[in-house]
């Protein structure tokens, strides 16, 4: 489908929900209209009323931001000129970030596969399979990757190993919870058809689910990996590799010229990561 047809298609679908709305309008008595008016204004008087108290609580204060915006003015006009040789310092550790990142993600999509199946309703084989999978998907998305690499720098020693570690459990339990609640919305006639021809499990899983599936599972862990970058950056503030640990010793040195290279780096690393998800996601869709 290319981009004029899938243009002309978003905009039909919007076009007929919004004539759908308009029936369905016209169908409701006035004292249906009325309960939901009334059901909105309270979802808005309680949004803002949440917003309102945690911002109270949080000291959120934009008079504070302002008088703060020529201190962060400041911090930021230190780092220019970038202090660019080095780079060639920052070039092997950048590498082991990428590195980092690639087996973090690559570990945390081979568990997180079996996992989001099992996590699915709709295919998941008993009810106690269903629970026990969310239960772990909640566990490992709950503990950052920070906590997790802590746990490993303490068992497997300094370095990238303990970092790819941290990064595998973590993305295992965001992938396996993306994967999950894309089976649970895919079409069900193909694994019907199937189902009636005596098809097993996995055949079910192989021909009608995956074909569905490729394309959220690569938006997904294409996505995994840009933030797996961004995560391993952080880890090496507790010594599990990375380029993380020339951020934090430049920032802590107040050397901002070096500190504006790192940064620079990273968003490099995320900007081509994007560019070549997308051009994979183009190639699969």
Do not use: C
Request: aromatic fraction near 10%; charge should be neutral.
């Amino acid at each position: 489908m290319n981009e004029k047809s899938a243009a002309a298609h978003r905009a039909s679908d919007l076009d007929y929900r919004a004539r759908l709305e308009t029936l369905l309008d016209s169908a409701m008595t006035p004292a249906q209209k009325y309960r939901r008016f009334a059901i909105q204004i309270g979802i808005i008087a309680v949004t803002v009323a949440v917003l309102y108290i945690t911002a109270l609580h949080t000291n959120v204060s934009i008079a504070e931001l302002v008088r703060g915006i020529p201190a962060i003015a400041d911090y930021v006009s230190r780092m220019y000129p970038p202090d660019w040789g080095y780079t060639r310092v920052i070039l092997e550790p950048t590498l082991e970030t990428v590195e980092i990142a690639i087996w973090g993600t690559f570990l945390g999509i081979l568990l997180g596969i079996p996992l989001g199946l099992m996590a699915a309703r709709n295919i998941s084989p008993h009810v106690i399979v269903y629970a026990s999978a969310r239960f772990i998907l909640n566990s490992l998305r709950g503990v950052s990757e920070l906590v997790f690499a802590l746990i490993f720098v303490s068992a497997v020693g300094l370095g990238p190993f303990p970092g790819i570690l941290a990064l595998a459990l973590h993305n295992a339990g965001m992938l396996g919870k993306f994967y999950a609640e894309a089976i649970e919305t895919i079409d069900p006639g193909p694994m019907e058809a199937l189902e009636a021809t005596g098809a097993s499990w996995l055949q079910i899983i192989a021909f009608a689910i995956i074909p569905q599936v490729i394309p959220h599972f690569v938006t997904y862990n294409m996505y995994r990996f840009e933030v797996s970058i961004r995560a391993a950056t952080v880890l090496g503030l507790v010594g599990a590799g990375g380029v993380g640990f020339h951020l934090i010793s430049s920032i802590r040195l107040f050397d901002y010229r070096e500190t504006a290279v790192v940064l620079i780096v990273i968003i490099l690393l995320v900007v081509i990561t994007d560019y070549l998800g997308a051009l994979l996601r183009a190639k699969i869709i």
